[in-house]
């Protein structure tokens, strides 16, 4: 758990990132069930689309980082492609 908060950390040093993600993760997983179990008047798809937005804002937040974030990282490693693990405000490490 140490290593995941570590790697977190020097993946969202930007301002602008920090800012999205601390609104767009709770979008992203809070929301979606907290619209399917306490709000059963809402259709279902509000919380596709509070998942979905939440999402898109977190990958805004690695284009500002400067990075991919980390979805990308696994599919390009799949893919044997190169990935932008760490931003530049971070020493410079692509791989």
């Not at 140490?2 to 979008?27: D, K, M, S, T």
């Not at 008047?41 to 509000?46: D, S």
């Not at 490693?77 to 971070?90: A, C, D, K, M």
Request: charged letters at 15%; a positive charge.
């Amino acid at each position: 758990m140490r290593r995941f908060l570590q790697n977190y950390r020097e993946r969202h040093l930007h301002p602008g990132n920090l800012a999205i993600h601390l609104v767009a993760l709770p979008v992203t997983f809070i929301l979606p069930i907290h619209f399917l179990v306490w709000y059963e008047q809402y259709p279902a798809w509000w919380a596709l689309v509070a998942f979905v937005v939440g999402y898109a804002l977190q990958f805004l937040g690695h284009a500002i980082e400067g990075n991919d974030a980390g979805e990308i990282i696994l599919i390009k490693r799949w893919l044997g492609r190169p990935y932008i693990e760490f931003g530049p405000r971070h020493p410079s490490r692509t791989c």
